[in-house]
């Protein structure tokens, strides 16, 4: 999703479809990604991350892909369940820290 | 067995005060973090320290102060709070020495309103 004034970008999907969530870097030196997913009142947890000498990497109903020529990052999610809504950021890892984008809300409908 | 906790988890405090926040990792990780996440859920990172050294200071204002009595503990005090202070604040730990190239495993978080 994209920016939209000063409202956190939303993605909602059925229950049961796929969702994919969107993250453009900043630093083509960046070397290192990772995808994180914070529900409501929690801190940010880990969900699966990718190194720059990969362009894909599958975990447990998780994709992240990763195109370096258009610095574009993509968190793909099969059969999003309700447990899946959450806010969800991808962070670069940048002169030894992490860069947080400004996080996609993904809603989940019964 | 709660990986990074962070104390208290809700702050409310008047303008003015000094106050702080307490966080532990029982993961044996070298390096630890401070961010703060605003109102727009926008995170950005404010300390990180190695091993009780600090090794990344984002022009965070002096009112800040970050403390590490050991590498499983960094704390955060602010001075002469402001009512822009007000955000939600987490600790994070990395296992290495660097924080390149690796994961960062985050705290519940501290809510801290300012009034």
């Known amino acids: 999703g994209e920016s939209v004034g000063l409202h956190l970008p939303t993605l909602s999907v059925q229950e049961g479809d796929n969702s994919i969530i969107n993250c453009a870097y900043s630093?083509?030196?960046?070397?290192?990604f990772i995808w994180y997913k914070q529900e409501s009142g929690k801190g940010p947890q880990f969900i699966i991350d990718i190194r720059s000498n990969m362009d894909k990497r599958q975990g447990q109903r998780v994709t992240v892909l990763l195109n370096k020529t258009v610095k574009h990052l993509s968190l793909q999610i099969a059969a999003t369940q309700p447990g899946d809504s959450a806010v969800y950021f991808c962070a670069e890892n940048s002169s030894y820290k992490l860069i947080f984008g400004s996080g996609t809300r993904l809603l989940v409908r019964p | 067995d709660t990986a990074v906790s962070q104390t208290p988890k809700y702050l409310v405090t008047q303008m003015g005060n000094d106050k702080s926040i307490k966080c532990e990792q029982n993961l044996g990780h070298d390096t630890m973090y401070w961010y703060k996440q605003d109102s727009k859920k926008f995170l950005k990172i404010m300390f990180s320290y190695n091993n009780k050294e600090l090794i990344i200071n984002e022009t965070v204002p002096n009112r800040f102060s970050p403390k590490s009595p050991d590498k499983a503990h960094l704390n955060l005090h602010i001075n002469s709070l402001e009512l822009g202070d007000s955000a939600v604040y987490f600790c994070?730990?990395?296992?290495?020495?660097?924080?390149?190239?690796?994961?960062?495993?985050f705290g519940p978080g501290t809510r801290l309103l300012v009034l």
């Open positions: 630093n083509s030196a960046s070397d290192y």
């Open positions: 994070a730990s990395s296992p290495g020495t660097s924080g390149r190239g690796e994961t960062q495993y």
